[in-house]
C-alpha cells in the first residue's frame, strides 16, 4: 500500500516512549501538517521513510516537549520504521483497511475465507490493526467460533505471515501442552531426553498467555532464551534440541500480537488456541507431536467432552499440515511439581534431572509419559518402550549432561533467583484437601508478580488428599516486592479458599 | 474501590499528550516506584489525590521528557484526576475488575444481568476500561446479540450511570432517527415546529457514529451546542426547545465512551442502538417520542424485517421506560436533501425553515410528517391533524422564528461555512439513476473530512430516476484541505460507481 494522498515532512524525534506493541506517532497539535491533512485525535496516519512505511495511531500533542516541524514516535514505532534522531518521514491518511471488513463480517457471523485471514495476519503483523482493532477479532472469534475450515485457513495464514524453518534431518519432534494447568513443566525435561536418545526437538516455546509462567519463560531463568534464527540453529545441530522464545525467532510473530491482546483480555478460545499451536509448529518444521491435554474442573479443558472436542481439531489440523500427532489426556486436578511462577518450576525441572530426593514425582511421571510417546512416534523406541527408555535415560545422568550441554550452548547455564519476599498461608482448619481451584491459584501467582517478576509466584506444600493440620502452610507466595506480596495476599484473604480443607473422616 | 497495596508519592506533570479518552500515566521505566510496585508495560495501574482516584494505563518512559519523581498524564488522565503541575499522587495495583468476568461470560454466550451491566456501565464511566476492553465488550454484544431483558437491563445501567433531568412541563416530546441516511437532518426543523406549536422539546442530539455527521455536528455550524445542564434548561425554558449536543450535558456518558470505540470499529448493532437511543432519551425526560427509520438496500435498515424487529425492541424498551412511542419508517433508499456532512446539512435546513424556493421537498415533505406525528403525540393537534399543522407553521414563518430565537438563546446564531476544495463527479455515460449507495457515498464524505471538517462532504446534484447526460456532475465533493479532496477522489475513482445510471429506454 503506496501512500494514496498528499504528503508532507516532518523530522523524526524519538520521544522514548514505551506504548508496548501500539505504534504511536505523536503531532503537534498546531502542527501545519496536521491542519492541511485534517488529521484528529486517534487517526490512524500512515507514516513513511524513504524505506519504509507503517500505520500508526496520532496523539497531539499541546505542550512543547515536541518543537514545530517534528513528528515524534513511540519506541516500538521507532524500532518498525528503522529511522534516526532527525530523519526526514512524510505522513498522510492511512488508506481505510480492506480487511478490518472481514473482521466486521465474522462480528456478524459470516465465515472467513483462507484469502481474508491470510489479509487479516499479514496486515496485523505489518502492525495495521490498533488494540481495539485486535481485541475485536478476537473477541469476534471467541465468540462465534472458528469452523474447521476456518480453524486450518488461520494457521496457515499465520504460518505464512513468519519464517519456517526448515531441517535437513527427519524426524523433527516437538511437543505442546494446552496449559491451564499451574507448574505443569515438562518440556525442558522432555527436550533432555529425546535429544540424548538421538532424536532433533528444535523446541521453540511460548511465555505466559494468561498462566503465571511459560516455558520460556521459565527456561529463561536457567539458560537465555532470546535466540535468533541462526543461534537456535547452531544449537540443535550441535544438541540436538533446544529451548527457545518462540517470539525472538519469527515463527508466527501473528500470534505473538495476538497474545498479548487475549492476555489483557484474559480469552484464550478453541479455534485460536488450534491455530496458535499448530502454526507454530507448522513453521518449526515439525513432522512428529505430541500433545498434552490436562483435563480437569479448573484446568484449561474442563471435562473429557471438552478434551474430545479439542484433540478432535487440533489432530485434523495437524494432519492438514502433515504432521503426525498424538494427544494426551494428563490429570488436570491440581498444579504439577511444587513450583508456580518461572524460577519455582525451573528449579523442579532441575530438581527432577538431577534425580534428586526431593524431586516431584509427578512432574517426573508426565515428562517421561510424554518423552515415551516422543520416543516411539519418532522411531527411537519400540511401540511400548518409549517410557522406559525415557525413564532409562532421567536415570543414567544422560538427559542431565544433555540438558547442561543445552544450556551451555543457549548462552550459558545459570541458577534461578529466589525471592526475597515470602509469606505462607495457614490451613484454616485440619483436615484432608478436596480440592485446588487452578484458577485461582494462577492468579495470586500472577498478582505476586509472575511471570514478569522471574523469582515470583508459589510453591505449594500440599497435594489432593493430603492430611493437613491447622495452621500448617498450604503454599508459600513468593514476590519480588513487598507491594506485589500484598497485593497477592489481598486477593487471597478476600476471595473464597483456594485450597478446599474438609473435616477427615 | 480503594487502593489496596502500599502506594508511593510522585509529582504530577502534565504532559499535554492528548490520547483521546483513555487515560495514560507516563512513569520512568528506571522510576523507583515502578521498580518497587513490579509495574511493566500496559499494565493498569490506580492513581490516586488527596480527593480523586482513577485507572490509568502505563506507558513507560525512556527518556528525559520525566524527570525522577515525576508521573507525567495524559490530558484525559489530567481531567479526571483534577490534578495542578507539581501535586502529590499515590499509585498502586489496579485491583482487577470484577465486570471484566462478566463481558468474558457474554463472549462464551452467558446472559448479562441487570446487575452486572450496571457494574459494567459504572466502571466504563470511572474510565476503569481499557480500549482493548471496551473494544472486546462491544464487539461481544454484536457478536452475541442481546436479548430483549438484556437490552433494558443496558438501557437501564446507561441512564443510571449519568445525570437525568427533570421538567417541571409535560409532556416531554423527543425524536430520534435510527440513522444511516446521510442528509436526513430533520430534528432542527421538527424541534422549531412543535417549539412554535407550544410543546416542550428538549432536544439532545450526538455526534457522528459512523456517518458524515450527526445532529450535533450539523446544528454546531448555526450556533452553539457545547450547552451545559443548566444553559439548557434556561434555553429550553425561555423557547420551549433546544438542539445541544447530549455529551456536553452527562445524559449517558457511557455512550458517549462506547460510541467513540463503535466508531473506531464501524459496528453499531441493534442491542447496543436500542439502548444508545433509549438511555439519552430517558435520561432526557421524555414522555413521547417518534422514531425515524429509514429502510433501503444501504440504509442503517435494510429490510421490512429488519426494521420490524429493531421497532419492536425500539416501542418495548421505551415503554419499559414509560414512554409513549411512534416508529415511522421512512424511504431509505437515497440520501435526503443536498447536502451531506455537516455544513451542507445545515444549509438544506435552513432552506426549507426559510421557505426557499430551492429548498429540498423530501427534506421539508419527512420534516412535516415527524413533527405531525410528534404534534399529535403531544396533544397540539387531533388525531390526523399534525401534518396540516406543521406545514401550517412553516409556511406562515413561526417555525423560522422559532428556529432563530433558539439559536440566539444557545449563544448566537451563525452562517455555515463553505469549503474552499471543490470538485465535482462527472457522469461516465449518459442514461437514468437507478441507485445510490449510501454506505460508499457516506464514506466518501468522511474521506473529505467530514464530520470533523465542518465544511467537507457533499451536494448531490441528482436523485433516483433523474436522467442525466455523460459529464454532468452527479455531485460535488467538498473539503477543507486538498489532502482530504485527493484522499476523498481516491477512493470514488478506485471503487465501482457510487451511483449507477443505466442507459434510458
Known amino acids: 500500500m503506496a501512500p494514496t494522498t498528499k504528503s508532507h515532512a516532518l523530522r523524526a524525534k524519538r520521544l522514548g516512549i514505551d506504548t508496548h506493541d501500539e505504534a504511536v506517532i505523536y503531532m503537534r497539535s498546531d502542527c501545519h501538517v496536521c491542519r492541511a491533512e485534517g488529521f484528529s485525535g486517534h487517526a490512524r496516519i500512515r507514516v513513511t521513510t524513504d524505506k519504509k512505511s507503517i500505520i500508526a495511531t496520532l496523539n497531539t500533542i499541546v505542550s512543547d516537549i515536541l518543537s514545530p516541524g517534528e513528528a515524534g514516535f513511540s519506541e516500538s514505532a521507532w524500532r518498525r520504521l528503522g529511522v534516526s534522531e532527525g530523519d526526514k518521514i512524510t505522513v498522510a491518511h492511512a488508506r481505510a483497511l480492506d480487511s478490518l471488513s472481514r473482521v466486521r463480517g465474522k462480528v456478524y457471523g459470516q465465515a472467513l ?23 475485536s477479532f478476537i473477541t469476534a472469534c471467541a ?40 507448574g505443569n513443566r515438562t518440556t525442558p525435561i522432555i527436550v533432555a531426553i529425546v535429544a540424548a536418545c538421538g532424536l532433533t526437538m528444535p523446541k521453540t516455546s511460548s511465555r505466559a498467555i494468561t498462566s503465571p509462567a511459560g516455558t520460556a519463560d521459565a527456561m529463561e531463568t536457567l539458560a537465555p532464551v532470546d535466540l535468533n534464527l541462526a543461534a537456535m540453529r547452531r544449537v540443535v545441530e550441535r544438541e540436538g534440541g533446544c529451548v527457545v522464545w518462540g517470539g525472538a525467532v519469527s515463527l508466527s510473530p501473528a500470534d505473538d500480537t495476538l497474545i498479548r491482546v487475549e492476555r489483557a483480555l484474559d480469552i484464550d478460545s478453541e479455534g485460536q488456541l488450534v491455530a496458535s499451536v499448530l502454526s507454530k509448529k507448522a513453521a518449526a518444521g515439525a513432522t512428529h507431536l505430541v500433545l498434552d491435554l490436562p483435563v480437569g474442573p479448573t ?15 487440533l489432530l485434523r489440523t495437524a494432519k492438514a499440515f502433515g504432521i503426525e500427532a498424538r494427544a494426551i489426556r494428563t490429570d488436570g486436578r491440581q498444579p504439577v511439581g511444587r513450583g508456580v511462577g518461572p524460577a519455582l518450576e525451573a528449579r523442579d525441572v532441575l530438581a527432577v534431572l538431577e534425580g534428586a530426593q526431593q524431586a516431584p514425582l509427578d512432574l517426573k511421571a508426565r515428562a517421561v509419559t510424554l518423552a515415551g510417546v516422543l520416543l516411539e512416534l519418532g522411531g527411537a523406541a519400540a511401540s511400548g518402550g518409549g517410557e522406559d527408555l ?36 495457614a490451613a484454616h482448619s485440619s483436615g484432608r484437601v478436596t480440592s485446588v ?21 508459589l510453591e505449594m506444600h500440599v497435594r ?12 508459600t507466595l513468593h514476590a519480588e516486592t513487598s507491594g506485589e506480596l500484598e497485593y497477592a495476599r489481598d486477593f487471597i484473604e478476600s476471595h473464597p479458599p483456594i485450597i478446599d480443607i474438609e473435616p477427615a473422616k
Open 113 to 135: 475465507a483462507d484469502d481474508e485471514l491470510a489479509e487479516i495476519m499479514r496486515d496485523i503483523v505489518q502492525g495495521r490493526y490498533s488494540d481495539i482493532h485486535l481485541s
Open 143 to 182: 465468540a462465534r467460533g472458528l469452523s474447521e475450515q476456518e480453524i486450518v485457513g488461520l494457521t496457515r495464514a499465520m504460518v505464512d505471515a513468519g519464517e519456517r524453518l526448515t531441517w535437513s534431518a527427519t524426524p523433527i519432534v516437538d511437543k505442546h501442552c494446552v496449559g491451564g494447568l499451574p
Open 299 to 313: 484446568a484449561k479443558v474442563r471435562s473429557s467432552s471438552d478434551a474430545d472436542s479439542l484433540s478432535e481439531h
Open 390 to 425: 525415557a525413564e532409562k535415560t532421567l536415570a543414567d545422568g544422560r538427559a542431565l549432561s544433555k540438558f547442561q550441554a543445552i544450556c551451555e550452548a543457549q548462552g550459558g547455564m545459570r541458577t534461578p533467583p529466589i525471592a526475597r519476599q515470602q509469606w505462607p498461608l
Open 437 to 457: 481451584d487452578n484458577r485461582r491459584l494462577a492468579k495470586a501467582a500472577k498478582l505476586a508478580g509472575a511471570p514478569g517478576a522471574k523469582a515470583a509466584g
Open 464 to 475: 489432593l488428599d493430603d492430611l493437613v493440620e491447622k495452621g500448617s502452610p498450604l503454599f
